[in-house]
């Protein structure tokens, strides 16, 4: 996923693309770069890396910024590598036209091959550039840059959001949507192109959701949007109902750390939205539950750390549902035998609602039939499209590459479905349902006791954090959580983490276990897995593997064993998971931060991952 923004106005052109790119950063950070409309010339600057080498490169040039128009672009490599040559934005030969890319344009080779047999001269490794010399060679058959856009679109397959501006024609902007989102913030006397909200938060009250297979012209005053048949569509015009405090880090060293904290309210809104009115059972008002609890079997699709939510979601819906669940990873469900049918509810889970192996995986369960329910955070986004029910996450936008808030609002909204379902198939009793809504309206109070008393996970990070390698252990409903821990552990620290049912650990994981692989091990007393967690984290000790722990408050059996230990406040089984997250997102947090790593921004990761 890139980020795109765009601007047409008096202001200071250069610096508020800047600025928007600052605020897309979560998007990618492998390069970046702005065109400039200068009247009689386009200027550009691009910079290979973070965003803050153009801010440099950009540094002693302070009067070149001003321009009438420009786009900017920052950049995760999908084709080609991460160098100034291939950052956005792209030339046309002539130099008249540039543009910006967010996407794929799958058949960009033998477009490229045609193109360069009519003489055109590439200069970077991008499917992007085909389409800056596509719509030139467009525009000198159409003489404007719709025309040029509109004709050139149709050459293209695959995704992308473009914007577009050209030598002769100042003050405009086209802005083109094809499986990509794009939005336009309408301003007085100026206007804006974006890939998401961020980058024009605080700069503009209404903006316009372009839709697939729409482009927009943008010059200061006016926007107008067509079809790519160059016919007018009537827009809608939205509030923008964010205020510019959601991305900034409130004091917060960083993104993750605020995240992390944000944790119990999101929890509090989200049971408070779902019991509003004193009722027992939870009200999910864009869920269609009599629909949704037909179902005869489920199926949970997902990616990454949303996978583990679903993983949780598996155990919890089988014990409470006593149907069928399947969680499936995304990207493999695609290419299995599909037994999805009419008689399935499909749940398909993504913070950002842009993945696209989880789209693709969702569009063919609904080509099968089944009832697609759809957890998002982001209501705007492309999965929302094949929704027959949604639940959308309330987490607020999720700036740290790292899922914290996002893994605990999906949490809490599957808990909620769960028993909302169970509820209509009668799967547990009114008791049950009255003993389940009682603990789980108490998890905010636990988990900012855990938010506010977390000293000691800073102290083991102290002791962690120079070890290369960690297994992370656990048995049942917490599988996930330790699979989860050990992923915000690799993907923000780089140290090799991974979790293993701790049952499995001995057909082979064992034979790593020395005194440099230490072992955290999730567990919970008093149920039915934690003795043979013991003889586990056991086994691992004979090994001399450093021995970590996260478990309840005042397990003594755990005080006694563990070299250290966080702890969490006692809560069922069914909804520790919640609670474990904390001190193990914070863990990897600390370890990261004090290894001297890029927390928000880890390398080789952008916030969503729009490629299969
Ligand atoms: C890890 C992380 C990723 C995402 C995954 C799916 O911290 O953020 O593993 O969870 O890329 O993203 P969404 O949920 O946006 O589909």
């Given at each position: 996923m890139c980020g795109i923004v765009g601007y047409v106005g008096v202001g200071d052109v250069g610096n508020i693309l800047l600025s928007g790119l600052k605020n897309l950063e979560y998007r990618g950070y492998d390069s970046a770069g702005i065109a400039l409309h200068n009247n009689d010339r386009i200027d550009i600057f691009k910079a290979a890396g973070k965003l803050e080498n153009l801010y440099e490169l950009v540094s002693d040039q302070q009067d070149k910024l001003a321009a009438t128009s420009g786009i900017g672009h920052i950049r995760w490599a999908t084709h080609g590598k991460a160098t100034t040559k291939n950052a956005h934005p792209h030339l046309s030969n002539n130099g008249q036209l540039a543009l910006v890319h967010n996407g794929i344009i799958e058949n960009y080779k033998s477009l490229r091959e045609e193109l360069e047999r009519e003489g055109y001269v590439f200069l970077s490794e991008t499917d992007t550039e085909v389409a800056a010399h596509l719509f030139e060679r467009e525009y000198k058959k159409w003489g404007t840059l719709e025309a040029a856009v509109s004709s050139g679109v149709k050459y293209l397959k695959g995704a992308f959001a473009f914007c577009v501006i050209h030598q002769n024609e100042p003050e405009k902007i086209v802005a083109v949507r094809q499986n990509v989102p794009l939005i336009v913030g309408l301003g007085e006397g100026e206007n804006f192109v974006a890939s998401d909200i961020p980058a024009i938060v605080g700069k503009v009250r209404k903006i316009v959701y372009l839709n697939d297979g729409e482009m927009a012209t943008v010059s200061r005053n006016a926007v107008s949007v067509y079809d790519f048949n160059g016919r007018k569509?009537?827009?809608?015009?939205?509030?923008?109902?964010?205020?510019?405090?959601?991305?900034?880090?409130?004091g917060y060293p960083h993104f993750m750390l605020k995240e992390i904290h944000e944790q119990q309210d999101i929890v509090r809104h989200l049971l408070q939205d779902a019991y509003a009115d004193g009722q027992k059972i939870p009200v999910l008002q864009k869920v269609h539950i009599e629909e949704a609890a037909k179902a005869e079997k489920i199926e949970i699709i997902?990616?990454?750390?949303?996978?583990?939510?679903?993983?949780?979601?598996?155990?919890?819906?089988?014990?409470?549902?006593?149907?069928?669940?399947?969680?499936?990873?995304?990207?493999?469900?695609?290419?299995?035998?599909?037994?999805?049918?009419?008689?399935?509810?499909?749940?398909g889970i993504s913070q950002s609602g842009e993945t696209a192996?989880?789209?693709?995986?969702?569009?063919?369960?609904?080509?099968?039939?089944?009832?697609?329910l759809v957890l998002t955070n982001r209501e705007d986004s492309s999965i929302v499209r094949y929704a027959d029910s949604r639940?959308?996450?309330?987490?607020?936008?999720?700036?740290?590459?790292?899922?914290?808030?996002?893994?605990t609002a999906q949490l809490?909204?599957?808990?909620?479905?769960?028993?909302?379902l169970a509820a209509e198939r009668r799967s547990l009793s009114l008791d049950e349902l009255g003993q389940l809504h009682?603990?789980?309206?108490q998890l905010p109070t636990k988990m900012e006791k855990v938010l506010n008393e977390a000293e000691n996970v800073k102290a083991a990070a102290e002791k962690l954090k120079n070890y290369h390698q960690m297994i992370y252990i656990a048995r049942g409903i917490n599988l996930p959580t330790a699979m989860e821990g050990a992923l915000k552990l690799k993907e923000i620290s780089y140290v090799n983490a991974n979790g293993y049912a701790a049952g499995e650990l001995k057909h082979g994981p064992i034979a790593l276990l020395d005194e440099n692989m230490p072992v955290m091990a999730v567990l919970t007393p008093g149920n039915r897995v934690y003795d043979k967690m013991i003889s586990n984290c056991e086994e691992a000790r004979a090994r001399h593997s450093l021995l970590v722990g996260v478990s309840f408050d005042e397990d003594k059996t755990a005080e006694r064993l563990f070299d250290l230990l966080l702890t969490v406040p006692p809560v069922t089984e069914v909804f520790s998971p919640l609670l474990l997250a904390l001190p193990l997102q914070l863990l990897a947090y600390h370890i990261a931060d004090l290894l001297g790593r890029?927390?928000?921004?880890?390398?080789?990761?952008?916030?969503?991952?729009t490629v299969e």
């Open positions: 569509v009537d827009y809608r015009t939205e509030y923008v109902d964010m205020s510019p405090d959601v991305i900034s880090k409130r997902a990616c990454g750390t949303s996978l583990h939510a679903a993983a949780v979601a598996g155990f919890v819906f089988e014990e409470w549902l006593k149907i069928p669940v399947s969680v499936i990873a995304a990207s493999e469900y695609i290419y299995r035998c599909c037994l999805t049918d009419e008689k399935t509810l499909t749940i192996d989880t789209i693709t995986a969702v569009k063919r369960a609904k080509e099968h039939g089944a009832h697609i639940l959308p996450l309330k987490a607020g936008i999720e700036v740290s590459v790292a899922a914290t808030k996002s893994y809490t909204c599957l808990y909620l479905l769960g028993l909302a009682d603990e789980l309206r890029e927390v928000d921004r880890p390398r080789n990761l952008a916030k969503s991952v």
